[in-house]
């Protein structure tokens, strides 16, 4: 989890134009180390984590139907809204935040945290 206060420092990276991505389809762009899967509903545009938690498939060649991203390999559905995984809300992908400025998408996108491993004797 990346605080409110450290993402004010994370900036917003331009990964598309408006217009290249179709309406009602998605795109995977490479922010850093992360790859992110951006959709346009028509409407707006939605940033999430491109890698499924299921089995590492790409979310961003998935159909997107009501606000919902299908994965391409097992179906599993996740909300653009909240990133949340339809059959169980306590799975989540992580979501970016995304904004245009002229004809430039742009998404800030947080970089990997190190994972931390609980502390104690590892001997035991
Ligand atoms: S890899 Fe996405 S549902 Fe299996």
Do not use: Q
């Not at 850093?32 to 979310?59: K, N, Q, T, W």
């Not at 961003?60 to 391409?72: A, K, N, Q, R, W």
């Not at 245009?100 to 590892?122: N, T």
Request: aromatic fraction near 8%; charged fraction near 25%; include cysteine.
């Amino acid at each position: 989890m990346v605080l409110v206060s450290e993402m004010n420092d994370v900036p917003f990276i331009p990964v598309a134009k408006v217009g290249d991505i179709p309406a009602g389809e998605g795109r995977t762009f490479a922010v850093g180390e992360r790859l992110v899967a951006l959709f346009f509903d028509g409407v707006a545009y939605s940033a999430i984590d491109d890698l499924c938690p299921h089995m590492g498939a790409s979310l961003g060649s998935g159909p997107l139907t009501d606000g919902v991203v299908t994965c391409p390999w097992h179906a599993w559905r996740f909300r653009l809204s909240d990133g949340a995984w339809c059959d169980n809300a306590a799975l989540r992908v992580e979501v970016f935040d995304v904004r245009v400025v002229g004809d430039a998408i742009e998404v800030r996108v947080p970089p990997v945290r190190p994972v931390e491993l609980p502390s104690g004797d590892p001997k035991r």
